[in-house]
């Protein structure tokens, strides 16, 4: 069935590094994916979103790729911060106006000092 | 402006019994969405109202069950409590359907012992 899941549920990210967080799906139908950020204690915070007619989008330090070939999504974090650490929930959306998301586990970022 | 709100926090009920957890939309918005987030997984789709009707549902049975009020506010119910229904149960609320960004509540901790 279709199902997104995270290759890693850890990630180690040094202090000002880059974070790179990756995500696959397996519906090909699927035509909007989003991002979330979930800190503890704290409900899901929406990141940042990107329809299926694009392949990159960018905001405040964050860059989300989506690559329809491989069905694979991605989230960049600039300068990753202390503030950044949490889970990150990549879900995605099959068509039409059904906010049914289908979401991954979920990757738990560390930031390292 | 105030967010999701959702009531109890924490929630402690015995096998068997019926749990009634609560949701107050971001004024506005008509559409609620009922997550269930088990321990360490991601967030599993429930329910979706809009407009004081069920629009959707996701893969669980009858005993899970919900309203929305006139007010936009919506309740969510559990029959004949399970033990595996112990979980984060996360609210969340967006513009009429078709939205894209959906805020999340702080979510309600049901323990089912």
């Known amino acids: 069935g279709e199902s997104v899941g995270l290759h890693l549920p850890t990630l180690s990210v040094q202090e000002g590094d880059n974070s790179i967080i990756n995500c696959a799906y397996s519906n090909s139908a699927s035509d909007y994916f989003i991002w979330y950020k979930q800190e503890s204690g704290k409900g899901p915070q929406f990141i940042i979103d990107i329809r299926s007619n694009m392949d990159k989008r960018q905001g405040q330090r964050v860059t989300v790729l989506l690559n329809k070939t491989v069905k694979h999504l991605s989230l960049q974090i600039a300068a990753t911060q202390p503030g950044d650490s949490a889970v990150y929930f990549c879900?995605?959306?099959?068509?039409?106006?059904?906010?049914?998301?289908?979401w991954g586990a979920g990757t738990k970022l560390i930031i390292k000092p | 402006e105030a967010g999701v709100t959702q009531s109890p926090t924490h929630l402690i009920k015995t096998r068997g019994q019926q749990a009634t957890l609560r949701c107050s939309p971001i004024s506005g918005h008509t559409s609620v969405y009922w997550y269930q987030q088990a321990l360490g997984l991601g967030l599993q789709f429930l329910l979706w109202?809009?407009?004081?009707?069920?629009?959707n549902r996701g893969n669980f049975p009858p005993r899970f069950s919900g309203r929305q009020f006139p007010n936009y506010s919506s309740e969510l119910n559990v029959n004949a409590l399970e033990l595996e229904d112990s979980a984060l149960y996360l609210c969340?609320?967006?513009?009429?359907?078709?939205?894209?960004?959906?805020?999340f509540g702080q979510g309600t901790r049901l323990t089912v012992v």
């Open positions: 969340a609320s967006s513009f009429r359907r078709a939205a894209t960004e959906a805020f």
């Open positions: 879900a995605e959306n099959i068509g039409d106006s059904n906010y049914q998301l289908i």
């Open positions: 109202y809009d407009e004081g009707e069920e629009r």
